[in-house]
């Protein structure tokens, strides 16, 4: 069975900083995509950046970017330039291009960003 | 462009009762999963429907069932409510199963 490990239940930055969340994940297959998912107070899973694991080239949107690591199964998230709005639970999550997407996704227990002004 | 909707979005129930949670997939898309996030946990995966069928199930009990209409809304019934099944239920939609998953602001379920 898929694992992904988030061991950083909470984190804290200043405004306007880097930060970098960390996430690790057990799995057998070849296939994968991987994905950092936002959850602000509301509760609604936004998504903030999606990889296919075939690819070597790290995903990046706008502040937000990864550093992608296949054969250590890490897949870390890092935010530049923090702003408030940036604060919310991140989630990490994974699922096996095999079987066509049906498995659903795995997710990790959460890191907690807390943005200091 | 509406996105993922659900509804209701906040409910009680007594335990031992049935409840029906309804979800709205985004335009265009005809995969549904359902999650259930208990409170400081990353959600479950319940289970998944495409061309109305259940594809894939996670770990929970039969007392979780569920439908995909031909619209490709769906819902989520849970019976026998216990104490346990306290969550927010969080639906998702894809277009071809394989694609960018988004969610709905979800569902919170109350059971007293």
């Known amino acids: 069975a898929q694992t992904v490990t988030q061991s950083q239940p909470e984190m804290s930055v200043q405004e306007a900083e880097t930060v970098t969340l960390s996430c690790t994940y057990d799995?057998?297959?070849?296939?994968?995509?991987l994905f950092w998912y936002k959850q602000p107070p509301s509760r609604q899973m936004i998504l903030v950046i999606r990889q296919e694991a075939y690819k070597q080239q790290n995903a990046t949107e706008n502040r937000f970017s990864v550093n992608f690591q296949k054969a250590a199964k890490s897949f870390s998230l890092k935010i530049s330039d923090s702003q408030l709005g940036d604060a919310a639970m991140y989630f990490c999550?994974?699922?096996?291009?095999?079987?066509?997407?049906?498995?659903?996704?795995?997710f990790g227990k959460g890191t907690h960003l807390i943005i200091q002004p | 462009d509406a996105g993922v909707t659900q509804s209701p979005t906040h409910l009680i129930k007594t335990r031992g009762q049935q409840v029906t949670l309804r979800c709205s997939p985004k335009s265009g898309h005809d995969t549904v999963s359902w999650y259930q996030q208990a409170l400081g946990q990353g959600p479950q995966f319940i289970f998944q429907?495409?061309?109305?069928?259940?594809?894939q199930r996670g770990n929970f009990p039969d007392r979780f069932s569920g439908h995909q209409f031909p619209n490709y809304s769906s819902e989520l019934n849970v019976n026998a409510l216990l104490l346990g099944d306290s969550a927010l239920y969080l639906c998702a939609s894809s277009l071809d199963r394989r694609n960018t998953i988004y969610f709905g602001e979800g569902s919170w379920l109350t059971v007293v």
């Open positions: 999550a994974y699922i096996p291009y095999s079987g066509g997407g049906a498995d659903g996704l795995t």
């Open positions: 799995t057998s297959e070849s296939d994968y995509y």
């Open positions: 429907y495409y061309e109305e069928e259940e594809r």
